[in-house]
Structure formats: C-alpha cells, structure tokens
C-alpha cells in the first residue's frame, strides 16, 4: 500500500512561489516504477493532471497552463515528489493532489488520466491572491 502526504500549500499573492511536496511511503517492491503526478481541482472544476513524471526516470509532462511555471522532480532519497511552482496566478488557485500508480517505461505518464491512479493523498491547498 502506497501512502502519500502532500505539503507546502499555502496564501500567496500573483507572481509569488510556493514548493509542494509529496512524501510518499509503502512502496510494494524496491524495485517497481511509478508515476507520479500532481493534480488540482478548482472550487466547481473537474480534476485536472498538473504534471506528471516517471520514477524510472523519463523526461517529465505537464499541462499546456502550466508549462515554463512549474517544474515536478523527485528526490529519491527522502522519497519525495516535489512540485516547485513560479509566477502562481489566480487561476492556479486550487486543492493540489499528489497520485501515484505503478507503470513502466511502455506506459508513458503522459498517457495516463486521472482513473488510471490508484493511490492519491488528501491534498494541499493553493491560493493565490493578486
């Protein structure tokens, strides 16, 4: 069973930062591969996939909204996931989930939509401000 926490949410105004991480724990196997993602979800908004990024190591994915703004990694030994986000606008505001599933280098992160997570932590919330 795979457990994830996520933190660093918080106020902020327009163009300011904030860092989410995500710790994740309970891995099944050492060896097995996963991706990672972030989420948010708007107050009467659907889900929507933020970024994504395989542990096994290839290159990360994210949204059309957000790309050049924030940037997903891992930090493998403290087993986090970390979404560093820039230049935060008011439409950013949103609960952010992190979600994992285990996957494969022959099932791109990219290719997966949020039914395809099976674990996901109870989320952060992000408010930006102008």
């Known amino acids: 069973q795979v457990h994830l926490v996520e933190s660093g949410g918080g106020s902020v105004q327009a163009g300011e930062s904030l860092r989410l991480s995500c710790a994740v724990s309970g891995y099944t196997e050492r060896k097995s591969n996963y991706c990672m993602a972030w989420f948010r979800q708007a107050p009467g908004k659907e889900r929507e996939g933020v970024a994504s990024i395989y542990t096994g190591g290839a290159s990360p994915h994210y949204a059309d909204s957000v790309k050049g703004r924030f940037a997903i990694s891992q930090d493998n030994a403290k087993n986090t996931v970390i979404l560093q986000m820039n230049s935060l606008k008011p439409e950013d505001t949103a609960m952010y989930y992190c979600?994992?599933?285990?996957?494969?280098?022959?099932?791109?992160?990219?290719?997966?939509?949020?039914?395809?997570?099976?674990?996901w932590g109870q989320g952060t919330q992000v408010t930006v401000s102008l």
């Open positions: 979600a994992a599933v285990g996957a494969t280098l022959f099932t791109p992160c990219f290719t997966k939509t949020e039914g395809d997570y099976n674990y």
